[in-house]
């Protein structure tokens, strides 16, 4: 049996220009409505004063962690961390609660406010361009990058790619792979010349979050179940006590009309 | 996350009366039935097509992806040059502009008074016959001359030069004067051609960029050359009044004050030949006029240039002598939109001196590998008729150096107005939107009230076509052929990759239509679009099916790249003439020379235009995709000038020229000179047919004043100064 390779995406900030052909292309090769996106651009902007300036971009969609705290945040199961790397959402799962919302250090999932519960699919967000990975294409964003800010393939090749870039030119890079350890790792990886946290990038432990708030969570069952017999121990009483009072009103009005 | 764009931005689109569709959800789909019948496409009408861009002039292979009929999306094809399986954001969103809600896809005849968008739809039979009737009129009665003619780079042009040409008329505009016309003829004067193609080798250490935004104006193949070759350690100084994109990405960024980039050059010149750092043997052997440019050089010195440019002596000198000590793996960059002050002219032929004296020649520069159609066939013609009407655009009569085929388009508005030497009566304009590129809108309307009849040719209701007496409604480029373009030993094609919607019909089907009716049928003889190009393929060998499936073929016999690199330039001396005698003939300087460019007043601020990403010149705008990814259009201004003037970001303001005012908002922003204020062109529309984008931004023309260079004929687009108070 063949092994299934990690695939990923390497994002360098140095070369991106912020032309934004990878939102346009997601947003035509997913049939991304006309005023939602599942990628967007971070960064400093310009920074400094005249003349001496700074600008740095990073675009950035789904990080596709391998502890995805939004599948452990999920109650119902609907995301998916696949062996070859893509975190998938599965929207018939979905209930809406928003929990992965709040879980995700990198602000990626986004709800749906427009649609009703009926309607389904809730949240959006990067799926990996399935339908083209798995047929012979890079993901829509990385195929049309024209400065080849964005590149795509096997997660492993890639941070050798992205040490290989670092360690040629120094002076150009920050000495650091973001994603390779970050939350335990993501299958988006970035390099870059502007300090990761002013491209918007959260300051992760390699311990995944989720694996402290997995324990937590492990205890939610548990704690649930005993909190509800307590809850139903209270419902009952309080359901004695108005029955008791309900009996004793109508005993009352009964001796009023005598 | 800090997003500089958020998904608050999105929400614009999604209030907007024009309805927040995603791109599946336009119109009915139309197979392309060339495809189907070829078998491209199945049955269903899925599959690909290969086919080639149109959002911008550089012209990407693309690979269209059709389902059920309907293009889905467009992928670069990796086997053409100039898309390297890339596009950029204009290229992605091109179905948009094909799926616009806002197409003109009817004939339209003008109902009510010209500018009121009053219009109704008309048969083919009936718009065609009309234009070639008012045509025959206005040359019956005025003469052919009296009917004006403008097209912007494309395709489809010969057919449209065979119209205008066998039609009897001299004048033609095209947008180049707005554009590159001090390349063009500099690059003419010294190489005897009108653009050198760069070559971004492995080995190119040093590249000089004026103005050329490359990251923000983008070029596919250029753009991620560039970047490339930023990624190998190659140095890039970048001089702009304004920290654009590529200002950002540069080892070196010079706010240089604007018109004075001459200066800048012209010290480089200085010190490379006093302090004899240029190659003596390629300048003895190659070059004509040494030691004319030596003699007006000499007084040029850094020293000099410092105070016009902001430049220290130290920083120009060192560029001189890294840009020297690279060669000849060094590049000094012409620029595209080239004109930008009176002396633009000068700029651009001290530019392509520089790299002469270098002798970077077959290293970092070449001959262009050409998109000329000669290796192609094309349908048998009569000559043309004899002209001997001026033209109206004053070549050869008052601009002697500037090439026929690029024309003064802004000359030829100026004299429709003046009714000097002649009084025009008609304008066919096609792809074209002079009323948003021409400066001056006003006097452009001016223009237009002078003429009996305006026809335009687009694919939606632009500013211009809103003016119309007639709209021809055109197939956008992805539901039609045009002429084919060989590049280098390939040649590609674009091909409908679904059929037009509604009534629109192809360039070379209308232009036909139109040239029959005029009785002008022997220039345009072939029986269909397809026709046409099998015309075209005959004396190579390639059939018109291989070139579909593929999007190109290459040439059996191939030509020789290495012959164009070699040493020969088809100037007068056929050397690179430093010194230029047909300059000198006409009364001009010979040799480049300064000349003082205007300077703002004070409290005027110069006005600057550039490019973004996410639009082409006039024509993109109202591509909602495009639409929903561009930045708020503002008028930028320097932080601390606007602070000064009490002014700050979403302060909405009104900026005034001596020619008109607009109101905008305003950002105030450290990426800019404190003299200077920019705006992105190509918002403010007139039109209320373009439902995206009217309403948005203010339009630069309404400021810019028309002021043309004597020698090139360039538009001097960065000359008219503004002021600004809050509105």
């Known amino acids: ?258 | 996350m800090t997003k500089t764009i958020s998904r608050r931005d999105f929400l614009k689109l999604g209030t907007a009366s024009v309805g927040a569709f995603a791109v599946g959800q336009m119109l009915p789909p139309m197979v392309a039935k060339a495809a189907k019948d070829s078998g491209v496409l199945n049955a269903a009408g899925d599959g690909h097509i290969s086919s080639m861009c149109e959002m911008c002039v550089w012209r990407c292979g693309l690979i269209a992806k059709i389902v059920k009929g309907r293009v889905v999306k467009l992928d670069g094809n990796p086997d053409h040059p100039h898309s390297r399986g890339n596009l950029c954001p204009r290229g992605q969103s091109g179905l948009m502009n094909t799926y616009d809600p806002d197409r003109v896809l009817t004939p339209l005849i003008r109902v009510g008074k010209r500018g009121e968008g009053k219009f109704r739809p008309a048969s083919w039979d009936e718009a065609l016959d009309l234009v070639a009737s008012k045509m025959t009129e206005i040359k019956n009665k005025y003469g052919a001359e009296a009917m004006v003619f403008s097209s912007t780079h494309n395709l489809s042009q010969p057919l449209f030069e065979n119209l205008l040409y066998a039609f009897g008329s001299p004048n033609y505009g095209t947008q180049r004067s707005l554009c590159f016309n001090a390349m063009i003829v500099a690059n003419t004067m010294t190489y005897g051609m009108e653009e050198p193609a760069r070559i971004y080798d492995d080995k190119l250490k040093y590249i000089l960029l004026t103005g050329r935004n490359l990251l923000e104006a983008i070029s596919t193949s250029e753009t991620h050359d560039l970047i490339m070759a930023i990624d190998r350690g190659a140095k890039v100084v970048y001089l702009d009044p304004r920290y654009t994109k590529t200002a950002s990405k540069a080892t070196e960024w010079l706010p240089i004050k604007p018109g004075n980039d001459l200066a800048f050059h012209l010290a480089m010149l200085n010190v490379i030949i006093s302090e004899n750092l240029y190659n003596r043997g390629f300048v003895e052997k190659n070059t004509i006029g040494f030691e004319e440019l030596k003699k007006e050089v000499s007084r040029y010195t850094p020293e000099w240039a410092a105070p016009l440019t902001g430049i220290s002596v130290e920083t120009i000198t060192r560029i001189a002598h890294e840009f020297a000590t690279a060669a000849p793996h060094a590049l000094a960059h012409n620029g595209w939109r080239t004109s930008n002050f009176v002396n633009s002219f000068q700029t651009q032929r001290a530019i392509t001196i520089l790299n002469a004296l270098i002798g970077n020649w077959g290293v970092t520069m070449t001959a262009g590998a050409g998109e000329e159609s000669g290796t192609l066939g094309a349908p048998s013609q009569p000559p043309y008729p004899r002209v001997s009407a001026l033209r109206l655009d004053g070549v050869p009569w008052k601009y002697p150096v500037v090439p026929f085929k690029i024309g003064v388009f802004q000359e030829m508005r100026d004299n429709i107005v003046s009714g000097d030497p002649y009084q025009a009566h008609g304008w066919f304009i096609s792809r074209q939107n002079p009323v948003m590129s021409l400066p001056d809108r006003g006097k452009t309307l001016k223009a237009f009230e002078k003429l009996d009849f305006i026809v335009t040719m687009d694919i939606i209701l632009n500013d211009t076509s809103w003016f119309s007496d007639v709209v021809l409604p055109e197939a956008s480029y992805l539901e039609r052929y045009d002429p084919l373009v060989p590049i280098g030993d390939k040649v590609f094609i674009r091909q409908p990759v679904i059929e037009p919607q509604g009534e629109a019909k192809s360039a070379l089907w209308i232009y036909k239509q139109l040239g029959e009716r005029l009785g002008l049928g022997d220039y345009f003889q072939y029986k269909d679009e397809e026709d046409y190009l099998r015309q075209q393929l005959a004396p190579t060998g390639v059939s018109l099916e291989e070139i579909k499936e593929k999007g190109f073929a290459e040439f059996k016999e191939i030509s020789h790249a290495e012959e164009a690199a070699e040493l020969a330039w088809s100037t007068p001396s056929g050397k690179i003439e430093l010194y230029s005698d047909t300059l000198a003939k006409v009364g001009f300087s010979g040799v480049p020379t300064w000349e003082e460019p205007p300077q703002p007043e004070n409290g005027q601020f110069y006005l600057l235009t550039g490019k973004v990403a996410q639009s082409t010149q006039f024509g993109t705008q109202n591509n909602q995709l495009l639409h929903k990814y561009s930045d708020e259009p503002r008028l930028w201004m320097n932080a601390q000038t606007a602070a000064k003037l009490g002014l700050s970001t979403d302060d909405w303001v009104e900026a005034e020229s001596p020619v008109g005012k607009i109101h905008i908002r305003l950002l105030a922003t450290q990426a800019i000179r404190p003299d200077c204020v920019y705006m992105t062109p190509g918002y403010g529309h007139i039109s209320k047919g373009l439902k995206t984008a009217f309403g948005i931004g203010a339009a630069d023309s309404v400021l810019h004043v028309t002021y043309t260079d004597p020698i090139s004929g360039g538009q001097a687009l960065s000359q008219t100064f503004v002021t600004v108070k809050k509105a």
Not at chain 1, 188 to 217: A, Q
Not at chain 1, 225 to 240: D, K, M, Y
């Open chain 1, 1 to 258: 049996m063949t092994e299934i390779k990690q695939h990923a995406f390497l994002f360098d900030a140095t070369r991106c220009i912020d032309c934004r052909a990878c939102m346009v292309a997601c947003s035509v090769e997913n049939n991304i409505e006309m005023d939602k996106t599942r990628i967007w651009v971070s960064g400093i902007g310009v920074k400094g004063e005249y003349p001496d300036l700074q600008r740095g971009t990073m675009v950035y969609h789904c990080m596709h962690c391998d502890h995805p705290d939004c599948m452990s945040a999920c109650p119902v199961g609907a995301y998916t961390k696949a062996d070859d790397g893509p975190v998938t959402y599965n929207p018939d799962l979905c209930i809406g609660c928003r929990y992965c919302m709040n879980a995700c250090p990198f602000g990626v999932p986004h709800f749906d406010y427009d649609k009703g519960i009926i309607e389904g699919a809730f949240i959006d967000k990067c799926t990996f361009c399935p339908q083209r990975i798995y047929n012979g294409q890079e993901p829509a964003c990385v195929q049309t990058c024209p400065t080849d800010a964005l590149e795509y393939g096997e997660r492993d090749e890639l941070i050798k790619k992205a040490h290989a870039r670092i360690a040629a030119r120094p002076n150009h890079y920050i000495d650091h792979v973001y994603g390779e350890h970050e939350n335990g790792g993501t299958s988006y990886l970035i390099i870059s010349h502007i300090p990761f946290n002013e491209l918007g990038l959260p300051n992760l432990p390699e311990t995944p979050v989720n694996e402290v708030s997995e324990k937590v969570m492990e205890m939610t069952i548990p704690f649930a179940i005993g909190w509800g017999a307590v809850l139903t121990g209270v419902a009952a009483g309080v359901n004695l006590y108005n029955k008791k009072k309900e009996k004793a009103q109508v005993e009352e009005k009964a001796e009023e009309s005598k």
